[in-house]
C-alpha cells in the first residue's frame, strides 16, 4: 500500500503537462536578470558565456582543444538549465492549482436584495462590499461574505477538495461563505465582504503560484552564505593561477571555468529556490494555504500553541444532552416545557434542545391555533420563554432564573454544580414560578482530538486552550481533549499578552482561531492559522487558512515546516559535502603535468585530465536533476531531538555528499573513455 502510494506521487510529480511548462520556463528564466537573483547561478551562467566564447573562437581558429571547451560549455549551459527546470517544477504545481482554482471562477448570477427585500437578478462582478444576497439550494455563491440570516449545506469542494458538505449558517463563528461554492439545500442571505478580484479564491491564486513568492529570512541569508563561499573560490582560482604561472604553465581558463562550477555549491543553489516554493505547495496539498514562505518556516520551529476552543478543540455550539427534572416533575414534563420555550429559540442551542426533547415528547402541533407569545432571548435578562395565555415558561442562565422561583430544590442546586464541574453549562427552566428541571448543555470536543494533542506533545510543542468560559469549565474541556494547559475567561487582551509573554521567553508561538475576536491574536502570532470556517476577519489576520478547518491540521503544518527546514539543510549539508570530493578529481587533473607527485591524489584513478575535468562537470550537473524529486517532495520528517536529526543528516547527506562523487565521476569517466571522449 505504501509502495503504491509512493508510485502514485511520484507520478502526480512528473506529470506531463507540468514537465512541458517546465521545460520552457527553464529556457525563459536564462534571462540574466531572473538569474541574478541567484548569486550561485548567476555565477554559472557567466561561465558558461566564457567557455562558449572560448569554445567559438577555438572552433575558429582549429584548435584541438576545441571540443573539450564544447564539451564543457554544453555541460555548464545543461547545469543552469537543470537549476531552471528545478525551480520550474516547483512553481509549476502551483500554478497547475492556480489554473485549477481559475475554473472554479465561472461568471454566476447573483439574486441580490435591495432595501425593500427584492430579488434582483445582477451577475457575480456586479456586487460590492455591502451588498445582500439570496443563495438558494443549486445556486452557486456568487462572492464572499457572511450569512446574515438562515441556514444551508453547503458543498466546498471547489475550494477544499472535500466532497462531504458542509453547514454554514448565520451567528456564532461558521457564518463565512466563500465564492464559487455550491449550497445544496435550504437557503442562506450573504453579505458580500469582498468586491470583484479581491476574494477568497483570488488571493489562494495569487499566493500559490510560486513566481510571486517572497524569500524567507533564512533563504535569503543561505543565498548570502553562498555568495560569499562562490567569492572565496573565486578568490581560491585566482591564486591557484597564480601559482601555476609562478610554476612555468598557466591553466586553460575553460578548465578554471570548469573548476569554479564545481566547488561552488552550485548543487544547494540551484535547488534552494525550489525547496521553498515547494514547501508552501506541500501545504497546499494539504489543503492549507500559507500566506508567506515566513510562516512555513516558523512552523518549523514552533514550540507553543494557542487553540480557542470553541469550534477549535470542540465543536463550536454547545448541545443539549440531558433534561434533569425537579423532583415530583416527570422527565417528559420537563421536556415539553423546554421545548415550547425553545421553539423561537433559533440558535444551534435552542435547536439542539428542540431535537433533545423529540425523543421524550412529540413536537406540538397547531402552534398557531395556541396563541403562543414568544419571549426572545435578550443580553439584559438572559431568558428566553413563550407565554401560553395565563401560563408562562421560561428557560435561561440558572441566576437569572432564580430571580422568578420561589426557591430551587437542593437536587437541581447539585445538578447545577454537577454540570458545570463536567465543564457542561446548565439551563434552568421555569413554569409560572416554580422551578421545574435543569438543561445540560455540553461542549462537544472534536473526536480524535486528544490523540492527535499527544503527537503534538511528542514533537516538543506546549498546547494551550484558550476559553471565555470560567475556570471550571476550561479544566473540565482541558482534562477531556488532553491540552497541557489553558487560560479561562480570556479577553482579547488576555490572549495577546499570554502571545508576547511567550514570545519573550524566546517561543515561537502558533496560534489556532475562528472567531473575531481571535483576529488580533492571528495577527500577533508567529504563526497564525485561521479556520475557513471562521470569519473573514479571522482569516485575514492569520497568515495561513485551513481549508479543512481542522485546529489539529497543525500537526502537519509543523511538519512541513520541519521537512521544509530539514530538506535545505540536508542538501546544503550534500552540496558542501560533494565538493570536497570534486578536488580529489580536478586538483591532480589540472596540475599533474606541472607537478607529477600530485599524481598519487588522483586515488579515483581518472583516465586524463580532460576526462576527469568533464566527468566532475557533467556528475555536477547531473546531481541537480537527480535531486529534484527530493527537493520537491522534502526529507521525510522523524519526529526526533534536534542532535538526533544533525547526526542522521550527518551520516547520510554528509557522509553521502561525500562518496557520491567519487562512484559517480568514476563510472562518468569510464563511459567517456568508453565513448572516445576520454
Known sequence: MEQSLKRRKVAALWRGPI?????????????????????????????????????????????????????????????????????AMAEGRGKAQAEALRRTKTETAAKRLDDMGRIESVGAAALRKGDVVLAEAGDIIPADGEIVEGIASVDESAVTGESAPVIRESGGDRSSVTGGTKVNSDWIKIRVTANPGEGFIDKMIALVEGARRQKTPNEIALNILLAGLTLVFLAVLMSLQAFAVYSGGAVPIVTLVALLVCLIPTTIGGLLSAIGIAGIDRLMQSNVLAMSGRAVEAAGDVDCLLLDKTGTITLGNRMAVEFVPAPGVAVEELALDAQLSSLSDETPEGRSIVVLAKSFVPKPTGIGERRMIFVPFTAQTRLSGV????????????????????????????????????????????????????????????????????????????????????????????????????????????????????????????????????????????????????????????????????????????????????????????????????????????????????????????????????????????????????????????????????????????????????????????GLVAVGLG
Open 19 to 87: 514537465v512541458r511548462t517546465a521545460v520552457a520556463d527553464s529556457i525563459k528564466k536564462l534571462d540574466p536578470r531572473s538569474l541574478a537573483k541567484n548569486p550561485v547561478m548567476f555565477v554559472v551562467e557567466v561561465g558558461s558565456f566564457v567557455t562558449t566564447w572560448f569554445w567559438v573562437r577555438g572552433l575558429r581558429a582549429g584548435s584541438p582543444d576545441a571540443g573539450f571547451a564544447g564539451h564543457i560549455t554544453l555541460w555548464l549551459w545543461f547545469t543552469v538549465l537543470f537549476a531552471n527546470f528545478a525551480e
Open 387 to 670: 407565554d401560553l395565555g395565563p401560563v408562562s415558561i421560561r428557560k435561561g442562565a440558572v441566576d437569572a432564573v432564580l430571580k422568578l422561583v420561589d426557591h430551587m430544590p437542593p437536587a437541581l442546586t447539585q445538578a447545577v454544580e454537577r454540570i458545570a464541574k463536567s465543564g457542561g453549562t446548565p439551563l434552568a427552566v421555569a413554569r409560572d414560578g416554580q422551578a421545574r428541571g435543569v438543561i445540560h448543555l455540553k461542549d462537544v470536543v472534536k473526536g480524535g482530538i486528544r490523540l492527535r494533542f499527544e503527537q503534538l506533545r511528542a514533537m516538543g510543542i506546549r498546547t494551550v486552550m484558550i476559553t471565555g468560559d470560567n475556570a471550571l469549565t476550561a479544566a473540565a474541556i482541558a482534562a477531556e481533549s488532553g491540552v497541557d494547559d489553558f487560560l479561562a475567561q480570556a479577553t482579547p487582551e488576555k490572549k495577546l499578552s499570554l502571545i508576547r509573554l511567550e514570545q519573550a521567553k524566546g517561543r515561537l508561538v502558533a496560534m489556532v482561531g475562528d472567531g473575531t475576536n481571535d483576529a488580533p491574536s492571528l495577527a500577533q502570532a508567529d504563526v497564525g492559522v485561521a479556520m475557513n470556517t471562521g470569519t473573514t476577519a479571522a482569516k485575514e489576520a492569520g497568515n495561513m487558512v485551513d481549508l479543512d478547518s481542522n485546529p489539529t491540521k497543525l500537526i502537519e503544518i509543523v511538519e512541513v515546516g520541519k521537512q521544509l527546514l530539514m530538506t535545505r539543510g540536508a542538501l546544503t549539508t550534500f552540496s558542501v559535502a560533494n565538493d570536497v570530493s570534486k578536488y580529489f578529481a580536478i586538483i591532480p587533473a589540472m596540475f599533474m603535468g606541472l607537478f607529477p607527485e600530485m599524481a598519487a591524489l588522483n586515488v579515483m584513478r581518472l583516465h586524463s585530465p580532460h576526462s576527469a575535468i568533464l566527468a566532475s562537470v557533467i556528475f555536477n550537473a547531473l546531481i541537480i536533476v537527480a535531486l529534484i524529486p527530493l527537493a520537491l517532495r522534502g526529507v521525510k520528517y522523524r519526529a526526533w531531538g534536534a542532535h538526533a536529526v544533525l547526526r542522521y543528516n550527518s551520516l547520510v547527506y554528509g557522509v553521502g555528499g561525500l562518496v557520491a562523487p567519487f562512484v559517480g565521476i568514476k563510472l562518468i569517466d569510464m
